[in-house]
Structure formats: structure tokens, C-alpha cells
């Protein structure tokens, strides 16, 4: 079992348009509204490739219920806390090249409600073997509201993957997870290592990696993935990079290395996958949604390196 963690859960309403100007007024084409935030898009697509999962976070008002609800309607597994504030919508307007997105905050957690978070978390550690961890918090959670989860998930005996920026990410690598995967703005920004190619990518995850990270896949988006391991270094890619709606590729990649890490999975086809879904999910109209058929498509294409 795979539990995925979304302390800062969205509702997602993505607007389709066929091009984006700014100032302009636009006609869109279809709407779709689905429960989100990084570890929602992790379990969906989990759950689309028959990966036992379980979604859990903070999910409040009335938001937070219509979230659930869509979780529910999705068959996806959720046991997420509600607390007071109602939770953050994220409204993404995608064009035929790519995406503009628009974050709100997220409601405000008092101390009460994240401890009792931490202690319904705890209570569902039982029979995971594998924690995602992932995305922003809310105001009122503290930065180290990952290295305490870590924490709790070690001492449960689950592997842990931590996809998360800033100094929620700096606090967390403290408490060592398996897995970190930063993308390139994520690793520029805690290292100071401009990351535009291979070799940057690889002095960024080394620091990462004397701060307490142990694996680090580092995602440079259309440039693919850089995974350092103590079993090796390896370079996945497609020939050439596909346009479409980025969002929800990171948690596209997220899940794949997920399922790879719970199924003891080798490092170069755990690659291939985490490139083939994210790269699926681009080609997706909304985020969490893979098409399996052009996952496997696209997994014949790709390309993985040892360096």
C-alpha cells in the first residue's frame, strides 16, 4: 500500500482554451473540475494503473467536501482530516502550447488541528510500505511539517518519498527520506546551482544529497530526469519533448517512482516509466489523468542513460 500525503489539498478547475493572450477576453471550451494538489494527482494516477493507494491530508469547508466527493467519484481511496478553513481552489487555463495557473493559499491551520493531523497520520502507517509527501502547506503549519511525518514514517518502517520546495524541503532532508525529487527551479533555489543541463543537475543533487537526501531524481522538464542512487547515475528522456499541459507531470513522475520503490523495481525501467507517464500526463487535459495507451507508447521511446 502507497499513502500519499496532501497537507495543502486543492480543488482543480482547469479552463481550455486555444490561445492564451494576456489582457484579452477568452472563450473557453470545456471545464473540468477534479480534487487536486500534488498527492491527490499521485493517488489518481496510482489508482488508474491498479497501484493500491490511500490519499490523506487536510481538506476543509465546503471545498474540502466537494474535494472528497470527487475523490470518492474517482474510486480513489481518501481518508483526509477536515479542518475549519475551507480549502484553496487552483484554477489552471491550458492553450494548445502549455499552461498559466493561478494558486490561492489554502486555509489556515491552527496548531490543534495539525497535531491532530499528525496523529491521524500516525494511525494510518499500518500495512504502508511506501509515503509520498508532497506539495505546499497551508499557512499556520509549520516548515517542519514534513521532517515530522518522515519521522513518523520511518518509525513505521515505510520508505519515503518527499516531493516539496524551500524550507519545508530543507527541514525535511534533515530527517533523511529515501527519495527526494526536486525539479530545477527547486534545486536552484535551496543550492544556488543554476540547473540548465546533465552535469548542473547532477552538482545540485550532490549537495542535496550531503543535506540528508538519500536517492534524488531531479526532473529538468522537457531535458527529462537525472537519478543519482547508490546503485548508480542514470540520464531518461524522450528524442524530443512534447507541448501540452504541463501540470500534474511532476505527480505523474512522483507516482511511477512510487510504484517502482514499493515493487523493488530497477533503476533504469523505473526511469522509463517516470518518463512515459509524465510525459502522458502532458498530453493530458487535466491533471492526474494519464491515457495507458500512450503511456505505453511512450515508454518505447524513451531513452535512459548510465553516466
Known amino acids: 500500500m502507497i499513502l500519499t500525503v496532501t497537507p ?81 481552489r487552483t484554477v489552471v487555463v491550458a492553450d494548445r502550447a502549455d499552461a498559466t495557473g493561478f494558486w490561492e493559499p489554502g486555509p489556515t491551520v491552527t496548531a490543534a488541528e495539525w497535531s491532530g493531523f499528525t496523529a491521524h497520520f500516525a494511525a494510518l502507517l499500518a500495512g504502508v510500505k511506501v ?16 521532517a515530522e511525518l518522515l519521522a513518523l514514517a520511518h518509525a513505521a518502517g515505510a520508505a519515503t518519498i518527499l516531493d516539496a520546495d524551500g524550507d519545508p524541503l530543507r527541514q525535511g532532508l534533515r530527517v533523511q527520506p529515501d527519495l527526494v525529487k526536486p525539479n530545477a527551479a ?17 552538482a545540485a543533487v550532490a549537495v542535496l544529497r550531503e543535506l540528508g537526501a538519500g536517492d534524488v531524481v531531479a526532473s529538468l522538464g522537457g531535458g527529462g530526469l537525472v537519478a543519482v542512487s547508490a546503485q548508480g547515475v542514470w540520464r531518461a528522456r524522450l528524442a524530443e519533448p512534447l507541448t501540452g499541459n504541463p501540470t500534474g507531470a511532476g505527480d505523474a513522475c512522483v507516482a511511477a517512482l512510487a510504484r517502482g520503490l514499493l515493487a523493488g523495481q530497477p533503476w533504469p525501467e523505473r526511469l ?29 521511446e524513451v531513452i535512459v542513460d548510465a553516466c
Not at 131 to 146: H, Q
Open 8 to 88: 495543502n489539498a486543492a480543488l482543480d478547475v482547469t479552463y481550455q482554451i486555444d490561445a492564451l493572450t494576456p489582457y484579452a477576453t477568452h472563450r473557453v471550451g470545456a471545464v473540468a473540475e477534479r480534487a487536486g494538489g500534488k498527492g491527490v494527482n499521485v493517488a489518481r494516477v496510482l489508482h488508474g494503473l491498479g497501484t493500491p493507494v490511500l490519499a490523506t491530508g487536510l481538506a476543509g469547508g465546503p471545498t474540502g467536501q466537494r474535494l472528497r466527493e470527487l475523490l470518492i467519484a474517482d474510486d480513489v481511496a481518501e481518508a483526509f482530516l477536515p479542518v475549519t478553513g475551507d480549502a484553496r
Open 131 to 146: 509515503v509520498v509527501l508532497s506539495g505546499s502547506l497551508p499557512p499556520g503549519v509549520p516548515a517542519t511539517a514534513y
Open 186 to 202: 527547486e534545486l536552484h533555489a535551496l543550492t544556488g546551482i543554476r540547473v540548465d543541463g546533465p552535469d548542473a543537475a547532477r
Open 272 to 300: 522509463r516509466d517516470a518518463v512515459a507517464l509524465s510525459a502522458a500526463a502532458v498530453l493530458s487535459p487535466v491533471a492526474g489523468v494519464v491515457d495507458p495507451a500512450v503511456y505505453e507508447r511512450l515508454r518505447a
